[in-house]
């Protein structure tokens, strides 16, 4: 195990001597490397995990924007135009659902996991999909009053 002295770090060898470095102290330098690799993957899943659900409620904001202009536009006319401009946000909304369920597994795919269980790529693909589904019902609701 390294030993501080002062700021410098000193490494004492089989022989007791300073700037050698045990093969042992080399080993366990590597596997302590390798551990913080893999704590940094597992960080990084976790994160991308935040991030999905960051986009997913982007995707909602966008839904909700696009009803609350419907609901704020529709006296005016024609009312097409205030169909055409929520509809517009409510597909922004899809179109986020999908990026961030293919952005979220694309990192999945990239990356090992070693201690975090990550969320399996189905339940992203259903919430994502779910979502999309139900705002795709909102906008065919808003087309039909």
């Known amino acids: 195990m390294p030993k501080i002295k002062g700021s410098v770090l000193c490494f004492f060898g089989a022989g007791g001597q300073t700037g050698t ?17 893999d704590w940094a993957e597992d960080r990084t899943v976790l994160a991308n995990e935040r991030t999905f659900a960051g986009w997913m409620r982007t995707g909602l904001a ?15 006319e024609p009312t097409w135009l205030a169909k055409l401009a929520a509809t517009g946000f409510i597909a922004v909304g899809v179109l986020i659902f999908y ?44 087309w039909l009053i």
């Open 21 to 37: 470095m045990a093969s042992d102290d080399k080993d366990a330098k590597t596997k302590w490397a390798e551990e913080r690799t």
């Open 62 to 76: 966008a839904v909700g924007i696009g009803l609350a202009s419907q609901a704020i536009f529709r006296a005016a």
């Open 99 to 142: 990026l961030a369920w293919r952005n979220s597994c694309g990192l999945l795919d990239r990356l090992n996991t070693h201690a975090a269980d990550p969320i399996p790529r189905g339940h992203l693909a259903w919430l994502a999909a779910l979502f999309a589904a139900a705002s795709l019902i909102v906008l065919t609701v808003l």
